[in-house]
């Protein structure tokens, strides 16, 4: 059968909806599972992580970033061995090493090994999202890869949404150090469950038909034909859209870690109230954000477009969070809603934002950039839990850290709208 006819057959075929309610939910939950080791973080320090430890808020600003600087370090290894051998065992030892190293911050009391202890959670964790955008690559067409995307990466807000609104009661129930303990434990157990479940390819799948399976995979070799050769991944470094995306997302995870990881402080110095209240509070921007992700994610798929649906919601969280920099201080709900809106609005377009790159390059590379654009969102991630922790330390109060995080997503903004279109995709393409 040609790969024409194949294309247009996979609407026909019932069982790959199947793909959905088995592979997608273990996907979630696995990275809701990993995002859930690096964002409670920002509870601990609200609670007095730093008075408990007796270190200096400076001190609790660089452990709290040095998650990033493990985190960046093997993104490009881990891709190379996920295209080369598979992602899902890769995965499954990383589930149980970040499980364990995100329960030994809640035991760990010196603060050189809790500091070592962040930088390895951070290795363990960066072998997660390359990988899972490896495998989604595997398992989706360009007409359906915005949605499953979307899907992953809702794994983040939708933890830090009930993660907001369970941590605050758990931490007072039970402490900070006990609550980071009793966290870690599911990444643990949920890796046998990964194990068993999830596959690296169509054909491996026990539960979808080899007719299926055939036509999936004749579809996803044809989309290939059209994207241009590299012989390595290094080769397209010289592609202006690849450094463009890596310069994006630096300026991207600025502000969303920024946020992630300091949003429970910044309400709590705003707003005297208990850890439990400051928990649901922080759990709004990340409600609107599973809202928005998956909206955008659909509409994005219908028109087969991207960047239309990326940089304006940047543009707006950024202009959204100058609005919080000139009230916090002044009207703490106004600066809140401020922040709900742009919360929602810098997670949005992440399923259109990681569709770019399998349109623009071949499966062969992927992978490697994919590691190296998230290995620049490390690094920017970094950048923003830094400093933003340090301004909150040194000025007592939030409102420096918002200007930072709006110039970054400002930034983030306007780089994408400077991304060029490839030149295939300038051409008629398959229905």
């Not at 899907?151 to 980071?180: D, E, K, S």
């Not at 590691?371 to 920017?380: P, S």
Request: net charge positive; with cysteine; hydrophobic share 55%.
């Amino acid at each position: 059968m040609p790969a024409e006819a194949s294309y247009s057959n996979l609407k026909r075929r019932a069982d790959l909806r199947r793909r959905w309610g088995y592979l997608m939910p273990v996907v979630f939950v696995t990275y809701s599972l990993a995002y859930l080791g690096r964002s409670n973080f920002g509870f601990g320090a609200a609670a007095g992580l730093a008075r408990s430890l007796n270190i200096t808020e400076s001190r609790a600003a660089f452990l709290s970033s040095a998650f990033f600087l493990g985190y960046f370090l093997f993104q490009i290894p881990a891709a190379a061995y996920a295209v080369r051998r598979g992602a899902v065992r890769l995965i499954f030892l990383a589930l149980i090493s970040w499980g364990i190293f995100s329960a030994l911050t809640g035991v760990i009391r010196s603060y050189w090994l809790l500091v070592a202890d962040r930088l390895a959670l951070g290795v363990a964790e960066s072998l997660i999202f390359p990988s899972m955008l490896i495998l989604l690559t595997n398992w989706f067409t360009r007409a359906e890869r915005s949605r499953a995307n979307a899907v992953l990466i809702l794994g983040n807000p939708v933890t830090v949404t009930w993660m907001a609104a369970v941590t605050g009661y758990l931490i007072r129930a039970v402490g900070w150090q006990m609550t980071f303990i009793l966290e870690g434990i599911p990444s643990v157990v949920w890796a046998f469950i990964w194990i068993l479940v999830a596959r690296d390819r169509p054909v491996q799948a026990s539960w979808l038909s080899p007719q299926s399976s055939a036509e999936l995979t004749r579809a996803l070799a044809y989309e290939q034909t059209a994207l241009p050769n590299y012989s390595n991944w290094t080769a397209t470094l010289r592609v202006p859209g690849v450094v463009l995306l890596c310069f994006q997302f630096f300026f991207w995870s600025f502000g969303v870690y920024g946020l992630v990881l300091w949003i429970p402080a910044m309400i709590h110095s705003g707003l005297s109230r208990g850890i439990e209240a400051v928990g649901v509070l922080s759990a709004a921007p990340f409600l609107l954000g599973v809202i928005l992700m998956l909206m955008v994610a659909y509409f994005s798929d219908r028109i087969l477009k991207r960047r239309a649906f990326v940089w304006p919601f940047l543009m707006l969280a950024g202009l959204a969070l100058f609005c919080s920099y000139a009230t916090a201080g002044h009207n703490f709900w106004l600066a809140y809603a401020a922040l709900i809106v742009a919360g929602g609005c810098m997670y949005a377009p992440y399923g259109p934002f990681f569709a770019i790159v399998p349109e623009m390059l071949p499966s062969t590379v992927t992978g490697e950039v994919f590691a190296l654009i998230n290995t620049c969102g490390a690094l920017g991630g970094f950048a923003g839990t830094w400093l933003v922790g340090w301004l909150q330390a040194l000025t007592g109060n939030s409102r420096d850290g918002f200007l930072s995080m709006s110039i970054a997503l400002l930034a983030a903004g306007v780089i994408t709208l400077c991304l060029p279109t490839p030149a295939h995709l300038k051409q008629p393409q398959p229905a």
